[in-house]
């Protein structure tokens, strides 16, 4: 899902300002197409970027809400499928003799994908920038697995693996970084 709206859970907030009809229509298509500059063309408005500039407003961030409420979209189910797409597989291919010829392998692409996407709704990063928040601390275990998808999916590149730290278990049990940040 393309779009930022959040709303704090103890402070309802009742939509005060009517919509126009081009905004109710707006709401519509952003439950349509998921894209917000598609969804504000596809309402009428002259350009993509209307889109941006409409979520700003209080009231339709609400009626959005609202909106995704009434169709079953809260943030239980947004959870469920960024967890299905983080573990995102290629399906079981069969040979011509119905034998499997490749079980399911991971989707590298795709969790990379997802895992951008949880990270914007997380509020890890500002969508506009890509600037990493400094407030908010997520702590990600990259796997070798996953450190591929982040290369096949070009959010990170072969050096930046490189760069991050390994981790075993010592005697204890405990995590030890192995490998020293000088260079």
Known sequence: ??????????????????????EKKFVKKVLEYEQIGKAALAAGY??????????KREHIRQAILEAMDKVGINSGYIAQKLKEGL?????????SKGKV?????????????????????????DTETKEVHTQRELVLV??????KGLVDAEIIDAE????????????????????????
């Open 101 to 125: 010829v490749q079980e399911n392998e991971p989707d590298y692409f795709t969790r990379g994908q997802y895992l951008d996407k949880a990270l914007k709704v997380s509020g890890a990063y």
């Open 160 to 183: 930046e693996i490189k760069m991050l730290p390994e981790q075993k278990e010592n005697k204890d049990g405990k995590k030890v970084d192995t490998r020293s940040n000088t260079a």
């Open 87 to 95: 573990e995102a597989t290629y399906p079981k291919k069969y040979s």
């Open 46 to 55: 002259a350009n993509r970027e209307y889109g941006s500039a409409l979520l």
């Open 142 to 147: 990259i796997t070798p697995e996953l450190a």
């Open 1 to 22: 899902m393309g779009w930022k709206v959040r709303r704090p859970k103890s402070l309802p907030v009742k939509n005060k300002t009517p919509l126009t009809a081009r």
